[in-house]
């Protein structure tokens, strides 16, 4: 089974259109992450929710918003899709979030806006 | 703030060779972690080593060694015999007491091992 599992791999979309990315867990951890990798394979947090509740969230315009229905998914949404939000999108996971807990990575999503 | 640095963007070596990968980082808290993660062509995040800020034994595992020295604050990666396989983007990262749960990534080296 899948640790971190993420869909779609792969999402090409016209600008303007509003897009998910789902993100699921099955490793019972209670904090999990949106990163975003861009072309030139620079990864940056986005957010990050433990036990459903928002703990980080970078400066990511408002268009991008995350949910977390429960402590195994995090979903994140994008309104108004724009070519700059072209990139590659990472779930992730950890047990509890605490500094010194590796991540556990799904395989990414290749967010491509034309 | 914390700041992870990979000078090296691209290294390219051939086939057994041995090959080190730069990290230095930079960080107001005694306390922190530093991680490696490898990112081969089909791109998922792997993690591969964590240490902690009052551990500065070297680690070997296998043909990968770490090498951590507090006094240039760099946590260095090598790879002994490179293979064909080994071919990916590495990144270092931090994450520190004071910004938990909150990776800062280095920009990544990318590794090609040439046959």
């Known amino acids: 089974d899948t640790a971190v599992s993420q869909t779609p791999k792969y999402l090409v979309t016209q600008m303007g259109n509003d897009k998910s990315i789902k993100c699921e867990q099955n490793l019972g951890h209670d904090t999990m992450y949106w990163y975003k990798q861009d072309s030139k394979k620079f990864l940056k947090i986005m957010f990050s929710y433990n036990n459903k509740e928002l703990i980080i969230n970078e400066t990511v315009p408002n268009r991008f918003s995350p949910k977390s229905p429960d402590k195994a998914h995090l979903n994140l949404h994008i309104n108004s899709l724009e070519l700059g939000d072209s990139a590659v999108y990472f779930c992730?996971?950890?047990?509890?979030?605490?500094?010194?807990?590796?991540?556990?990575f799904g395989s990414g999503t290749q967010l491509s806006v034309l | 703030a914390q700041k992870v640095t990979q000078a090296q963007t691209e290294i390219s070596v051939v086939e057994k060779e041995d090959v080190t990968l730069d990290c230095v980082y930079e960080?107001?808290?005694?306390?922190?972690?530093l991680f490696w993660y490898k990112q081969p062509p089909s791109g998922e995040l792997v993690f591969l080593i964590r240490r902690n800020s009052f551990d500065e034994q070297n680690e070997i595992s296998g043909r990968y060694s770490w090498n951590f020295q507090k006094s240039t604050s760099s946590f260095n990666f090598t790879i002994t015999a490179s293979q064909v396989v080994d071919s990916a983007v590495y990144f270092c990262?931090?994450?520190?007491?004071?910004?938990?749960?909150?990776?800062?990534f280095g920009s990544g080296t990318q590794l090609t091992v040439l046959p």
């Open positions: 960080t107001r808290d005694t306390t922190y972690y």
């Open positions: 990262a931090l994450s520190d007491a004071g910004s938990a749960r909150q990776l800062t």
């Open positions: 992730a996971s950890s047990l509890k979030g605490s500094a010194n807990e590796k991540l556990f």
